[in-house]
Nanobody
Framework: VQLVESGGGMVQPGGSLRLSCAASGPTSSNYGMGWFRRAPGKEREFVAAISWSGDTTYYTELVKGRFTISRANAKNTVLLQMNSLSPEDTGVYYC?????????????????WGRGTQVTVSS
């Protein structure tokens, strides 16, 4: 499975961005998917995840109510709608695929990773 993120950029505090992760491969629609981020000088952290069916989602408390993860395009694309962004959301956002199909808060459960897309929230 290959993963390609897009949609990052610079936005002012309070603004919105929508990240997209396109998954390619014969069984990519069966993978659970997740988003992680790494802020400057910090460890990678979990952001959100979704099961292969889209029926189950997980969020870190830091983004709950502001971010929404979803699947599209026959489940081969995973979207992360980010609203009410703050400077603390700045970082490189990575898409990841979980072959078990569940999605997870733990990075070790993911088999494949994208290269990341930069999100900068600044006035």
């Amino acid at each position: 499975v290959q993963l390609v993120e897009s949609g990052g950029g610079m936005v002012q505090p309070g603004g919105s961005l929508r990240l997209s992760c396109a998954a390619s491969g014969p069984t990519s629609s069966n993978y659970g998917m997740g988003w992680f981020r790494r802020a400057p000088g910090k460890e990678r952290e979990f952001v959100a995840a979704i099961s292969w069916s889209g029926d189950t989602t997980y969020y870190t408390e830091l983004v709950k109510g502001r971010f929404t993860i979803s699947r599209a395009n026959a489940k081969n694309t995973v979207l992360l709608q980010m609203n009410s962004l703050s400077p603390e959301d700045t970082g490189v956002y990575y898409c990841a695929a979980d072959s078990r199909g569940y999605g997870s808060r733990w990075y070790g459960d993911y088999n494949h990773w994208g290269r990341g897309t930069q999100v900068t929230v600044s006035s």
